[in-house]
């Protein structure tokens, strides 16, 4: 659903503390509602802190952050955003269909509402392409399928807001693109929107907008055409790097 502002994410001064280091240090940023940004980065430069931030998980918070309007955490949010960590979180001793099953009760508890979860449930075994193991074990199915069941439990009950960490790791390149173009019609057809981590940044090219991170702080947040322009790089690599040059000299220069 279209927040009236088209900005489903607001951050301004947003900080996180994690043991004694300030893992994120001051970011401003939006996420664009039906939109898909993608959140890139190296190892370690605070991009599974951000989203953690974003649905409400993280402690030690500072700064405004705001999702459709409301506070990062509020309970409202809860069913308004669907979350898929790094780790797929499925029962290995459920099939796919009594996962989903098992979720769906929790997001629509009681008997009148079976058939509604019936229909989410078909709904988000069809947008994975999981139909043919919706029978299966989820610990007999391979790990790209077993991610795929946790991002169907995420689709469940059509979140506005879709947070996924790294959803691509490990997959091999047709799974990829399969997976791409589930977000491209999720964003085009439902308009949610996605913001999806990546470290790998030919990823990039298939986002509508970037928030390219450097050790807890935002290089640049653009799109990917108008971050190749104004850089006068070929890749969003190449851009990427350009602007970690830039950002080293000018620390130098403040030294
Ligand atoms: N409990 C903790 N205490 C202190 N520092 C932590 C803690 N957990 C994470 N960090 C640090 O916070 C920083 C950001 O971690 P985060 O997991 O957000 O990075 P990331 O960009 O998602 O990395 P990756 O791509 O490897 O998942 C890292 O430098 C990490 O060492």
């Given at each position: ?38 959140l890139?980065?190296?190892s370690?430069?605070?991009k599974s802190?951000?989203m ?32 898929v960590t790094q ?60 991610s ?16 996924l960490d790294e959803p691509t790791v490990g ?25 999806v981590s990546s470290h790998v940044?030919?990823e ?52």
């Amino acid at each position: 659903m279209m927040n009236s502002s088209g900005v489903a994410v607001l951050a301004r001064g947003l900080t996180v503390v994690r043991g004694d280091r300030t893992v994120l240090r001051g970011l401003d940023f939006s996420v664009l509602s039906g939109r898909i940004t993608g959140l890139l980065g190296p190892s370690g430069c605070g991009k599974s802190t951000l989203m953690r931030a974003v649905v409400g998980t993280q402690a030690k918070v500072g700064g405004i952050l705001e999702i459709l309007g409301r506070p990062a955490g509020a309970a409202e949010l809860r069913s308004r955003i669907g979350y898929v960590t790094q780790a797929p979180s499925v029962y290995d001793d459920l099939t796919v269909r009594q996962n989903l099953d098992y979720f769906a009760a929790v997001l629509l508890p009681g008997r009148r509402n079976r058939d509604a979860r019936r229909e989410y449930v078909a709904r988000a075994v069809e947008d994975v392409d999981l139909a043919s193991h919706a029978d299966s074990l989820a610990g007999r199915l391979s790990g790209g399928q077993r991610s795929r069941v946790s991002l169907a439990v995420a689709l469940l009950g059509t979140p506005e807001v879709l947070v996924l960490d790294e959803p691509t790791v490990g997959l091999d390149p047709v799974l990829r693109r399969d997976l791409w173009d589930l977000f491209h019609r999720l964003a085009g057809e439902r308009g949610t929107t996605i913001l999806v981590s990546s470290h790998v940044m030919d990823e990039a090219e298939r986002c509508h907008r970037l928030l390219l991170m450097r050790e807890g702080e935002i290089l640049a947040e653009d799109a990917p055409d108008d971050l190749r322009t104004r850089t006068r790089s070929e890749t969003v690599e190449q851009a990427f790097l350009h602007l970690v040059d830039e950002a080293d000299a000018l620390q130098e220069s403040h030294r």
